[in-house]
Structure formats: structure tokens, C-alpha cells
């Protein structure tokens, strides 16, 4: 719909350019001993002109505004998925015991990831969440704080490159990719500890 308003500004600006183009001709040609009719014409064609090419300019400056929000909100929403998966790591870190369901609340973010994460994202998570039920076997991550932290702080890192829009590998998903690391993650949820 935005474009075919664009087409149709662009479509009435040029067919306004070419009739009046082709009027001046004939009025020229008409009025060649009054010159002030000729200007008249002139400022007319001008105006009209100028109106169809600023509401163009208009047009787009909406649709740039309205894009540059939804990716503000996007990026929020993004944020605080992170920031909730962070926080959750944290109370995990600090407990004596991991249960059952501490797994499956992680596993379960698995999907706010699919929905909102990068693919450079989604696939460290799953070797995080990899980590995550293979060193929770115990019960405990205690004594497993330092293979935690590298792992987490690998995610931190694609996590900040997704949230800044970087991508130091330059490595380039395709949608057939993401898809079976989206469904590989979702597979954890069934996998017992």
C-alpha cells in the first residue's frame, strides 16, 4: 500500500511535468508578446510540482519514523528477554540445590530466544544449555562455576553483538539453519537430565 501511494505521487508528478511542459510550450508560443503570462505559468507549474514532490518526501519521512519505532520496541523487547534469561542464570548461580524445573524454565526460554535472538545467539545458547544439564547432573553447579562462566560469558558476547547489531564472524544464517537450531533447542525440552 506505501508504495503504491509512492507510485502514484511519482505517476502525478511526472504526468503534471510532462502536460505542463507541454502547455508552456503552447502557451509560449500563444502569449509570445505577453511574457507575464508566460511567468504566471510558470510559478503555477512550479507550485504544483512542488506540492506532489513534498508530500512524497512526506510520505516516506511517516513510513521512516513508524520503522524506526517498531525497531526501537523490538529492540526492547529483545533487551529484556536477555536481561530475564541473565537474571534467571543468576538466582540459578546462587542456589544450593538445581532442580527439575530450574532446567525447564531455562529450556523453556528457548522460545522467547527463537521469537526475538540472533542465529549466532540461538546457537550458543543451545551449547549453553548443552553445558547447563551436563554439569547440573550433581544438583549443583558449585563446583562447576568456572566451565558456567566461560559458557556464560560466550552468550554475553553474542548476546551484546545481537543487542548492538554487530556481527564480528560475518557468518551469514540461512533459513534453513536457523530453523534446525530453533528446533534442536526446542528438542532440549524433552531431553531428560
Given at each position: ?14 504526468i ?10 503552447y502557451a ?9 503570462t ?82 549466532a ?53 540461512s ?19
Amino acid at each position: 500500500m506505501q508504495q503504491s501511494k509512492q507510485f502514484t505521487y511519482l505517476l502525478l508528478t511526472l504526468i503534471t511535468l510532462v502536460v505542463g511542459y507541454a502547455y508552456l510550450r503552447y502557451a509560449y508560443k500563444v502569449t509570445d508578446s505577453t511574457p507575464f503570462t508566460q511567468e504566471i505559468v510558470l510559478i503555477i507549474l512550479g507550485t504544483i510540482a512542488t506540492v506532489f514532490i513534498t508530500a512524497l518526501l512526506l510520505n516516506k519521512q511517516t513510513a521512516v519514523e513508524i520503522e524506526k519505532e517498531q525497531n526501537i520496541k523490538f529492540l526492547d523487547l529483545k533487551a529484556q528477554t536477555y536481561e530475564r534469561l541473565l537474571d534467571l542464570m543468576e538466582e540459578m548461580s546462587v542456589e544450593t540445590k538445581i532442580t527439575q524445573n530450574d532446567i525447564t524454565r531455562l529450556q523453556f526460554i528457548t522460545h522467547r530466544l527463537a521469537i526475538f535472538a540472533s542465529p549466532a545467539v540461538l546457537n550458543e545458547y543451545n551449547h549453553f544449555l548443552e553445558m547447563i544439564v551436563e554439569i547440573s547432573k550433581d544438583g549443583t553447579l558449585h563446583d562447576d562455576t568456572k566451565i558456567l562462566s566461560e559458557a556464560l560469558g560466550k552468550l554475553t558476547i553474542q548476546i551484546r553483538f545481537d543487542l548492538l547489531n554487530e556481527n564480528p564472524t560475518g557468518k551469514i544464517y540461512s533459513a534453513e539453519q536457523i530453523t534446525k537450531m530453533i528446533k534442536k533447542n526446542s528438542n532440549s525440552l524433552f531431553t531428560p537430565v
